[in-house]
């Protein structure tokens, strides 16, 4: 089991040290369904929930139980990959006391389209907030991604824009809608030499200011009057990426959004999310 699951973790570029925990967790879980008179085949969620029970009984916190189901979402990652089971039993597990949570208050597609449609372009500022808008709702982009723009990022011939690495997220490179070429071009010859003098960024606040944060705060704030269940750009990220998995595999979700590893893409799955919700509630609510 070493070997090849070790291997499958360096592909993850985890540090050895991570591999080792990862590695003595998966065993310990394995001792668990031999003295369970468990196969692996028959894992599903209900199981996993008997082996957080298991954990509690034994004195784990809520951060060593969290830890021990990231190690097993890695575990059926790697069993997938090789076609020993199908689907990841311990996908969206996360007990009371982790850092993420499942994401909620979510805007459905149609929702994210009509605040891209019906936001007015007016003025030199309302069009870079429309520009920086189609990002948010079609591209997923987080702050520091948008603080870090530059022009030549854009390749609008091709249709794409390439987003550089951030501390946070890894690069990518995405297709840009129709409509949104035609956005930013128009942004890039016309609106943003007259905003914008000093900096080399691709989008600035008021005064070209480098710190968005205001911006997408009003930005936001406008929003929220085409729908008031508009919160913040986190949430209209967050709901991009849960539309995407309805849609589109694990994966290619994980790159789009720009996710160093699988754990963070699958928070967002949907899929009997609500009896997963009832099931944690009852024994084990979520942060």
């Known amino acids: ?11 993850e570029k985890l540090k050895d040290t991570t591999i080792e925990q990862h590695v003595r967790q998966v065993r310990y879980f394995l001792c668990w369904l031999a003295d369970s008179y468990l196969l692996l085949a028959e894992v599903g969620q209900p199981e996993i929930l008997r082996y957080i029970d298991c954990l509690w009984s034994e004195g784990r916190t809520a951060g060593q ?3 021990a189901l990231l190690s097993l979402r890695y575990w059926f990652g790697y069993l997938n990959k090789t076609g020993s089971v199908q689907g990841n039993p311990a996908s969206g ?3 009371k006391g ?3 949570s499942i994401p909620t208050g979510l805007l459905e597609k149609n929702e994210l389209d009509h605040l891209y449609d019906s936001y007015t372009a007016k003025d030199d500022r309302t069009h870079r907030n429309k520009t920086i808008l189609g990002l948010l709702v079609y591209q997923a982009l987080t702050l520091e991604e948008l603080e870090t723009l530059r022009p030549e990022n854009l390749k609008l011939r091709e249709g794409k824009i ?3 690495e951030t501390t946070n997220n890894a ?4 297709d840009l809608k129709p409509f949104q070429i035609l956005d930013l071009q128009e942004y890039l010859l016309v609106i943003r030499p007259r905003i914008q003098q000093r900096s080399e960024r691709l989008f600035t606040g008021r005064n070209d200011l480098e710190d968005l944060k205001n911006t997408l705060l009003h ?3 406008a929003l929220r009057r085409i729908n008031p269940k508009v919160k913040h750009a986190t949430q209209i990220r967050q709901s991009v990426i849960t539309e995407w998995l309805k849609e589109k595999g694990l994966r290619q979700v994980q790159y789009m ?3 160093r590893y699988v754990s963070s893409t699958e928070r967002y799955l949907t899929t009997n999310l609500e009896d997963l919700r009832d099931a944690l509630n009852k024994h084990h609510p979520l942060k």
Not at 1 to 11: C, R, T, V
């Open 1 to 11: 089991m070493e070997n090849g699951f070790g291997a499958y973790l360096k592909s």
């Open 65 to 67: 139980i969290n830890r």
């Open 93 to 95: 597990l996360r007990v």
């Open 98 to 100: 982790a850092v993420r």
């Open 162 to 164: 390439t987003i550089p």
């Open 171 to 174: 690069g990518r490179t995405l």
């Open 219 to 221: 930005l936001c704030h």
């Open 257 to 259: 959004a720009g996710h």
